[in-house]
Each structure stands twice: as C-alpha cells, then as structure tokens.
C-alpha cells in the first residue's frame, strides 16, 4: 500500500470520528433542553413563547442528527468521489449507397436433394401379426418373386392343407360320378343299336309280309265288288239295254263277292298268324324311346352337387392363400434391400412400411419441397445438378417427375410420392445412396436489363421507390419491378444506368 493510500484512509478515519463525537454532543444539548423546559414548564405556562421553545427543542432533537448523518455521508463521498469521465460525441453511421447498373437478372430455384433410386418401393404386411420369420438381411440382392419375411402362418398352412385335401376328395367324386355316367351312357347306346337293328329287319319276319299281302288283296276285291255292283247298276237304269248284257253284269258281281269272301279269309288267316309279331314289335319300339330317354339323360353334365362341392372346396383354398399371402413379404422385382424395420417375434401393424427395397443401378436426385416451390416447377424443366463432396463439378439433368397434385397426372409411380425427382441427363460415376447435391432450375432469364439489389428498394403503403441521391438533394421515384431474385432485381422504369441509389 502506498503512502498516499494510507493518508487518505488516515483523513477518512479522522472525519469519521469527529462526526461521532458531533452527534453526541448535539444529542446530551438536546436532552438537557428537554429536561430544562419540563422542570421550568410550569412556572411560565401562561407564556406563549415557551411552546415555541419547545417545538423548536423538538425540531433540533429530532433534525440535526440527521443533517448531521447527511454531512458526514457528503463529506466521506467528498473525499472518496472518482473524477467523471466525460461521454464520446456520437457518430452517425452512413446510409449505403448503389448504383443502378445493367446486366443480367436470372430467377432461379435452388434447393438440396440427395441421391435415391429412380425404382424404390416400401414393403408392408396386409394383416396384423407377429414376424415368424425374416429371410433377408439389408444389403440382400434378391430376385422378383422371393419370400422376403412372413408372419406366424402355422394355422393357416394346417388350414391350407386341409382344404387341399376336401378339393381332392371333392374332384375323386366328381370324375367317379362323370366315369360311371360315360359307361352307362355307352351301354345305352350299345342297347339303342340292337333295338333299331331289331326293328329294321325286312326279311326277318315273314308272317308280317303275309298280313301286308292278304291286307292289299282284300283292299283289290272290296274295290273291284264296288266297281261290278256299280256297273250293274248303271244297267238296270238302261230300259233299253239288253237283258243278256245285264245277266253278264250280275255274273260280274257275283264273281267279284266271291273273290272279296276269299281275299277277306287269306287276311283273317294272316292275321291270326301275325298276332304275335306285332305284338313284339310294338315293344322294341318301346325299348327304343326309353333308350333314347336313358341317353339323353346321360349326356347332361353329372350331379350339379358333385360340381358345388369341388367349387366351394376351390373357394375356401384360394381364400386361405389370399390371408397367407397377406401375411408375407414377396419382392415385387429384383434389388436390394435397403433397410428393415423388423425382427422375429416382433408385432408388425397392417400397411406399415416394413422393409423398403430398390434397384440401386438407377440413381437420381429427389427432394421434399413445399408448395410455393412446386408451383414454380413443371416436369422436363432443366436442372443444373452439383453434388455435395465435389462442388467443383456440375451435371446436367431435367425434372422427372413432380407430386401428382403439382404434375397435371404425369406421376408414373404411386400417387402418394410426394418428392419431386430430378433424373441425370449422364448420371456420373461412383454415386452413392443418400449423397446430398444442390439443384438448381433456372424460373426466368433476361440480359442488358436495369437491375439493383433488393436493400436499395423501398416501400411504403403499396408503393415502390427509391431514394436518388443528386447534386441538388435526394429525390424520391417510383420505380416498376421485372424478375426477382435474392440478389438482383430488374428495374422495368423509373431510374436509369449510372444513377446513385441511398439505401435505407
């Protein structure tokens, strides 16, 4: 400590002291006024003076210790106050200036994707269960067709099995009943044949012959008695015919009664004979129809039964395999697989996304993008594509494919991709899934346009100015805006190249 320090805080004792010593001394004054002024009181009350006396006792009392305090506290401060350090002269900061300059304006998207697979497809599960068993492990290639993962299908394959079993039985049935309906039928026609050989025998039955022959004779004298008895007639009506032609007539009909009594005795004779022959005929014609009936009935399909049954046994198979192929996993095409969310014994939920999969051969660039940048966008638009670990390099590409709300229905893959998807027009080498890489569209371009920088632009109640710096003052002009961009912004009127722009 140095001598001067000691000094001070010696003078600050000092003053301290003396300051105690003050109060009290001022406190035993006052006390002794007190005392005075009630031991004499009495003697002088009639006197007006001697309440102001004491009022201003009081006053003394009371105040001077505490003016006294507030000397001391001024008086410490006094010895111990720092000297003031005087404020700085504030500076005013410029406004920045621009100036209007002419070049090219260029409106541009620009946002990061990442490299993915142009053929990617989640995998999930059409039922609720439990994972029985996970066939494949990330980084798997397999093939269109392959049983990826599978829930715990125990009970439907015994189901399965056994519905196999009641289709085959269900068919045995049905081409034993179609079997035994081919050999009946067969036989039917086999028995139709005889009967109709039976029936068409001419020669075969001489007694049927016989009763056709005696039939005709008999018919030839019933016709020829007609015709005798006709003429006779004729000639009894003639008066003037002669009576020996008339007995000739009579001689006719007798010779015709004759021969119609013989002819009537060969038919019964025949007759009689052929009794039974019809008689046999007449029921191989009833064999024949019911021949006929037997096969038409065979010809119709079997027992509509037999054929229910085989169907329903159809139906329950397919419905069973349907569940199981619900609870599996089959690799829509071939590729790899690229993650798993899985694990046997672990609950799977219906649709959710178990495994995703793709062909990792055929890569573009794919980004998540809001509405305001959709609606900027259309699909074929170029794309300058520059990847994240070598900027140095820039590849050309064009927008494949945008979310079908934003792409007018030109989506060829499933309407709930929501990514837009930008394809290499020469995709380079060595890229690899998930690399991040900077698009970049180009909206809007015009060259040798007026064009300043958006902070020398004002507004103010809908209005667009700027604030042209002259050699007279600042004048204010409303200016009309043509592309935008975040560093550039055409000016269509309203300034012109070379003029000074103060900003706000």
Known sequence: MSVNQIFKNNRIQISIDFHRLLIKSVLSFARLCLTSIKNTGHRFHEYRWINKLKKSAFICVYLCPILLLIA???????????????LPTPIVPEKPTYVVAQGTVVNSLEFTGR???????????????????????????VQEGDVLAQLEI???????????????????????????????????????????????????????ANLV?????????????????????????RDWEPETLRQQYERGVEQAQEALAIAQAQYNDALVGSGSSVLDRR????????????????????????????????????KIQTQIADAQLIAPFSGEILSIGVRPGSRAEAFSTVIVMAQPQNLEITAELGSEQLNEMSVEQPATITLRNRPEESFSGTVRQLPLAFSGGSS???????????????????????????????LEEKENVLWLPPAALRTFQGRTFVVIEEATGQRRADVRLGIESEARVEILEGVEVGEVIIGE
Do not use: H, W
């Open 213 to 237: 022959s005696a039939q005709i004779g008999l018919e030839n004298a019933q016709q020829q008695l007609a015709d005798a008895e006709y003429e006779l007639q004729k000639s009894l009506d």
């Open 115 to 141: 490299v993915s697979p142009v053929l990617e497809q989640e995998l999930f599960f059409r039922s609720d269960g439990f994972v029985g068993e996970l066939f494949v492990q990330r980084g798997d290639t």
């Open 72 to 86: 001391c506290g001024q008086g410490e401060t006094a010895v111990s106050a720092p000297t003031p350090t005087p």
């Open 283 to 318: 029921l191989l014609e009833q064999d024949l129809a019911l021949a006929e009936l037997q096969i038409a009935q065979m010809e119709r399909d079997v027992d509509p039964l037999l054929a229910l049954d085989v169907e329903r046994a159809q139906l329950d198979i397919e």
């Open 412 to 442: 060829t893959v499933g309407n709930d991709d929501t990514r837009v998807r930008i394809q290499f027009d020469s995709p380079p080498a060595n890229l690899a899934l998930g690399e991040l890489a900077t698009v970049v569209i180009v």
């Open 154 to 208: 125990s009970d439907l394959q015994n189901q399965l099995a056994q519905a196999q079993v009641a289709l085959e039985t269900a068919e045995i049935k049905l081409a034993q009943a179609d079997q035994d309906r081919q050999d009946a039928l067969a036989e039917a026609q086999i028995s139709l044949e005889k009967i109709q050989l039976q029936l068409n025998q001419g020669g075969g039955n001489s007694n049927s």
